[in-house]
């Protein structure tokens, strides 16, 4: 595969092919479908991507899926093809003219599948089950490709569901116990179940620098909210007889909401019911204070494709303004255009 240089703007076109629901394979070419929809990723949600599309003509696919790959000339001079997403589609509405016929067409995303199923009963999932194993069954039993980072995390309790129950609820229960972000979708509409890592723990995936090949544009906010993040974080677990506590504080001198930085604690708790030992409370106590003080600083930028998504972490600058930060990318929203321009929100990492 030849290598591309996106700190290079580069211009692309699309292809939209049709995905078999029942087998995941492509069917044929969607060549009604016009460029200009839009896409849009936020970790914050459940289904954790959406979009819209306009079709020429009507448009009939039923339960299968839509690709979409965005096509672009690598360094050789040879085309790259890449899947950005692959998703459920819903024509919404119609508009009819003389000589033709519009149709609005709604993006859902592939985990749609898990949102929509229920516990027609109640389910229990017995202490010593692995729980991302478990979770990747229970995709998987739905007929759902996945991608699963390896755990051997084993319930230390029985874990009841009650009917009615989304899939998608158990699936993402199972992944908290284990520490890993909730359920996730790659561009070929897979399933992804991977270990949380505390962003303030990974390196930049992807820098946006200004200068000569600077990729977005001059038009970025920020915004700050921090009058009650909090420093510390205290978990209790709600089976020990003991009363077992786990605390984590923000110590961080670099941190400007750490207790050493205010001069007071503020303090966040919370009671958990399947906590291994106290080890186990204190790193969930720090991930938990990590999410919570995450969510101070945003800024949101507008720049041309970049290879990255939601949940990277990535470095930006702007000397002009003597902007500078490490940020997790929250969300996405890209436009189906030449430039595939994306307006992407990041939230400020203190490290």
Same mark, same amino acid.
């Given at each position: 595969?030849?290598? &591309?240089?996106?700190?290079?703007?580069?211009?692309?076109?699309?292809?939209?092919?049709? =995905?078999? $629901?029942?087998?995941?394979?492509? &069917?044929?070419?969607?060549?009604?479908?016009?460029?200009?929809?839009?896409?849009?990723?936020? %970790?914050?949600?459940?289904?954790?991507?959406?979009?819209?599309?306009?079709?020429?003509?009507?448009?009939?696919?039923?339960?299968?899926?839509?690709?979409?790959?965005?096509? =672009?000339?690598?360094?050789?001079?040879?085309?790259?093809?890449?899947?950005? @997403?692959?998703?459920?589609?819903?024509?919404?509405?119609?508009?009819?003219?003389? /000589?033709?016929?519009?149709?609005? =067409?709604?993006?859902?995303?592939?985990?749609?599948?898990?949102?929509?199923?229920?516990?027609? !009963?109640?389910?229990? &999932?017995?202490?010593?089950?692995?729980? =991302?194993?478990?979770?990747? !069954?229970?995709?998987?039993?739905? +007929?759902?490709?996945?991608?699963?980072?390896?755990?051997?995390?084993?319930? %230390?309790?029985?874990?009841?569901?009650?009917?009615?129950?989304? $899939?998608?609820?158990?699936?993402?229960?199972?992944?908290?116990?284990?520490?890993?972000?909730? /359920?996730?979708?790659? +561009?070929?509409?897979?399933?992804?179940? @991977?270990?949380?890592? /505390?962003?303030?723990?990974?390196?930049?995936?992807?820098?946006?620098?200004?200068?000569?090949?600077? #990729?977005?544009?001059?038009?970025?906010?920020?915004?700050?909210?921090?009058?009650?993040v909090p420093n510390v974080c205290i978990l209790t677990s709600s089976t020990s007889g003991a009363g077992l506590i786990g605390t984590y504080t923000n110590a961080d001198p670099a941190s400007p909401y750490s207790t050493v930085s205010r001069g007071r604690s503020i303090a966040m708790t919370d009671t958990v019911s399947d906590a291994v030992d106290q080890a186990d409370l204190v790193t969930r106590a720090k991930i938990?204070?990590?999410?919570?003080?995450? /969510?101070?600083?945003?800024? %949101?930028?507008?720049? @041309? $494709?970049?290879?990255?998504? #939601?949940?990277?972490?990535?470095?930006?600058?702007?000397?002009?303004?003597?902007?500078?930060?490490?940020?997790?990318?929250?969300?996405?929203?890209?436009?189906?255009?030449?430039?595939?321009?994306? %307006?992407?929100?990041?939230?400020?990492?203190?490290?």
């Amino acid at each position: 595969m030849a290598s &591309i240089d996106w700190h290079i703007p580069r211009e692309g076109v699309y292809r939209f092919r049709r =995905v078999s $629901y029942a087998t995941r394979q492509e &069917i044929e070419e969607l060549s009604s479908i016009e460029p200009g929809g839009t896409i849009t990723r936020n %970790t914050n949600t459940d289904l954790k991507e959406s979009g819209k599309l306009t079709a020429v003509g009507p448009l009939s696919i039923g339960d299968d899926l839509i690709r979409i790959y965005y096509v =672009v000339e690598d360094d050789d001079g040879g085309e790259e093809a890449m899947a950005i @997403a692959t998703m459920h589609a819903s024509v919404e509405s119609s508009t009819y003219t003389s /000589a033709t016929e519009t149709c609005t =067409v709604t993006l859902y995303s592939a985990l749609l599948t898990l949102q929509g199923a229920e516990l027609t !009963a109640s389910l229990t &999932i017995p202490s010593g089950t692995v729980a =991302v194993s478990q979770a990747a !069954a229970l995709i998987t039993g739905l +007929g759902l490709p996945v991608i699963a980072s390896p755990s051997a995390k084993a319930l %230390t309790a029985d874990r009841s569901y009650d009917a009615g129950s989304t $899939y998608l609820k158990v699936v993402n229960d199972l992944l908290d116990f284990a520490g890993y972000w909730s /359920a996730l979708v790659d +561009g070929w509409g897979r399933v992804v179940l @991977a270990p949380y890592e /505390a962003p303030a723990d990974r390196s930049s995936v992807w820098d946006f620098r200004d200068g000569e090949n600077c #990729i977005y544009l001059p038009d970025v906010s920020t915004t700050t909210d921090a009058f009650s993040v909090p420093n510390v974080c205290i978990l209790t677990s709600s089976t020990s007889g003991a009363g077992l506590i786990g605390t984590y504080t923000n110590a961080d001198p670099a941190s400007p909401y750490s207790t050493v930085s205010r001069g007071r604690s503020i303090a966040m708790t919370d009671t958990v019911s399947d906590a291994v030992d106290q080890a186990d409370l204190v790193t969930r106590a720090k991930i938990k204070l990590a999410t919570a003080t995450s /969510a101070t600083e945003i800024t %949101t930028i507008k720049h @041309a $494709y970049a290879p990255v998504s #939601i949940g990277d972490v990535v470095g930006f600058a702007w000397g002009r303004h003597s902007l500078a930060c490490d940020g997790s990318v929250q969300s996405q929203d890209i436009s189906l255009v030449p430039s595939a321009t994306t %307006t992407t929100v990041l939230k400020r990492i203190w490290r």
